[in-house]
């Protein structure tokens, strides 16, 4: 049965900081995996999806990359901002169907 | 990128009676759509897979007769909570993967329901 770990559980930084959240996998047998936005109270918004052929995918501030044969992947922020505070989701999909597998998220407070 | 809405946003009722939760793709066509259920600070929680034209697939330890799935068409799926009790309440998610978009799964804003 898949499982995926987020690390850490929450993050305080202040303003400009660049920062890592990573996730952890244990079947390395994925479809893709995907990194999600989630505000207070709010749907999911995508943030990344990353293929398990492709390494990283880049947008903006953001970078993801996956390392499928370890089971990981990291979402990097640069220069962080009040506005990135939320809560981030790491999902892998095993295909068959696109379910997603979630972990219980990093809680993010950037401070101005 | 692709949306997903969802109808109602909120809801309240009262103990025994029946909700619907509709989900939408707006702008593309889904044969599959799923359904998660989110409780206050927990992740979310896979209940089904909603099949177009087929029976739902549910998770372990989901009641389906209290849980009911209807995908009518390519673009709406319905979940009907039944006889809702208290321990229902909860925040109920859909989401559809974007074929065109890599399978991308993208989600409905959530509906928030709380049963007195």
């Known amino acids: 049965k898949q499982e995926v770990t987020q690390i850490p559980a929450a993050l305080s930084v202040p303003e400009g900081e660049n920062l890592v959240l990573n996730c952890s996998f244990t079947d390395s047998a994925i479809y893709n995996l995907q990194w999600f936005r989630q505000d207070p109270g709010k749907g999911l918004t995508s943030l990344l999806l990353?293929?398990?052929?492709?390494r990283e995918q880049t947008s903006g501030r953001l970078n993801a990359s996956l390392d499928k044969s370890s089971g990981r992947s990291t979402l990097y922020i640069a220069a962080s901002q009040p506005g990135d505070s939320a809560t981030y989701l790491c999902?892998?999909?095993?295909?068959?169907?696109?379910?997603?597998?979630f972990g219980a998220g990093t809680i993010l407070r950037v401070k101005s | 990128g692709a949306v997903v809405s969802q109808h109602p946003s909120w809801v309240i009722c009262k103990s025994g009676t029946s909700v619907k939760i509709e989900c939408r793709s707006l702008d593309f066509q889904a044969t599959t759509m799923f359904w998660y259920r989110q409780f206050p600070k927990q992740s979310l929680m896979l209940m089904a897979t909603s099949n177009e034209g087929s029976k739902a697939t549910y998770e372990q330890g989901v009641e389906k007769d209290k849980f009911l799935i209807n995908h009518a068409s390519l673009t709406l799926s319905t979940l009907t909570v039944t006889s809702a009790h208290p321990e229902d309440s909860s925040f109920y998610i859909c989401?559809?993967?974007?074929?065109?978009?890599?399978?991308?799964?993208?989600f409905g804003p959530g509906t928030r329901l709380l049963v007195l």
């Open positions: 999902a892998v999909s095993a295909g068959g169907g696109n379910k997603l597998v």
């Open positions: 990353i293929q398990s052929s492709q």
């Open positions: 989401s559809a993967p974007e074929r065109l978009a890599g399978e991308t799964q993208y």
